[in-house]
């Protein structure tokens, strides 16, 4: 990886945080997007202590709110003439329903719209340093998802029944499932739309994780979460597959694909549906007002 420039979202912490810093081992320069100030820093030093000699840089946004996430990424497109590996991983769950200030649900602009603009943001780059990839951090949660288009910001969702709170732990994780099988469904669409041009789009479930996911939460599900960790794998468990994607020539030309343990494994067969992507990428371009900046086909 020596020379390559990673981009990563959500290097605070957990999954992010263990990938970034084997990158940076390997030889990355690493730019991490993250939220908070302080562990921004913390991150940021920990990469300048394992690799020094790449200049690893540091932006600030909350990937929930629109005019970040687009702020964000032309900072970084103007900053970075090249970008070999663009990792979305920021996520997080949320016991209770919140709208962001663009009337979006929460979970649904963090965890999928925040994936779609940036990798739009910094499509010019990714395309102009090809052979490039994108890796986008899903989960098997996707499993659980229904998806209905007529409620993509769970108005509904949220108000789940008690059996939905009994099994999952309450709506917040039937709302994360779906933005989880978003995560699949972008990729599938963006490695179709990219097809040719040398930049590889794939996903991945990183396993259950013992990170501070889950801890703010919220209700039920947090104290669930937190009780459940002790049969979760570590952090640096958790990052292999996608330090993997990132960085091996195995998958130089894998793309479209959702990996588990570091194979490419079967979604379920509604994360395979590509009208369903088609359609959750237009309803994506329509939310965030990014109409056309990659068209279906080249030629349209
Ligand atoms: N842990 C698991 O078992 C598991 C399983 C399957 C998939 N995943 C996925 O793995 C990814 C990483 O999660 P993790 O387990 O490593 O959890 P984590 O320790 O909570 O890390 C989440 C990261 O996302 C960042 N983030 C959250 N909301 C953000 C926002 N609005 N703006 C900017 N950054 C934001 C956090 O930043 P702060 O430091 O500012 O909070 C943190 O760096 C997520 O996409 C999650 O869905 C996790």
Same mark, same amino acid.
């Given at each position: 990886m020596t020379g390559k420039v990673v981009v990563i979202t =959500?290097?605070? #912490?957990?999954i992010g945080k263990v990938a970034a810093e084997k990158l940076a081992g390997m030889g990355a320069r690493m730019v991490i997007v993250a939220r908070d100030r302080s562990r921004g820093a913390a991150t940021l030093d920990g990469l300048r202590s394992i690799n020094g000699s790449a200049k690893h840089t540091i932006h600030y946004a909350d990937l929930s709110r629109l005019a970040e996430m687009r702020r964000v990424a032309a900072e970084i497109a103007a900053a970075e003439p090249r970008i070999d590996v663009l990792i979305n991983n920021a996520g997080a769950l949320f016991g209770s329903r919140h709208l962001t200030p663009?009337?979006?649900e929460l979970t649904f602009a963090t965890n999928h719209l925040a994936y779609f603009v940036v990798s739009l943001g910094l499509l010019d780059r990714l395309r102009a340093s090809a052979p490039s990839r994108v890796i986008n951090t899903s989960s098997?949660?996707? $499993?659980k998802a229904t998806l209905d288009f007529d409620d993509l910001q769970s108005e509904k969702a949220y108000h789940g029944s008690l059996g939905n709170t009994l099994r999952y732990g309450g709506p917040g994780f039937k709302v994360y499932a779906l933005s989880k099988l978003c995560n699949i469904l972008f990729t599938r669409e963006l490695a179709r739309r990219l097809e040719g041009i040398g930049v590889t789009v794939n996903c991945f479930h990183p396993g259950f994780v013992d990170t501070?996911?889950?801890?703010? #939460?919220? =209700?039920l599900i947090s104290w669930g979460l937190r009780a459940a960790k002790h049969l979760a794998i570590s952090p640096e468990k958790g990052a292999e597959t996608l330090v993997y994607l990132a960085s #091996?020539? $195995?998958?130089?030309?894998?793309?479209?694909r959702y990996f588990f343990q570091c194979r490419p494994t079967s979604p379920t067969s509604q994360a395979q549906d590509d009208r369903a992507a088609r359609r959750l990428w237009q309803e994506s371009e329509r939310l965030s007002s990014l109409v056309g900046v990659l068209p279906a086909s080249p030629a349209s």
């Open positions: =959500g290097a605070t #912490s957990g663009d009337g979006l098997d949660a996707h $499993e501070r996911f889950g801890d703010e #939460s919220g =209700g #091996s020539p $195995e998958v130089a030309d894998a793309t479209g």
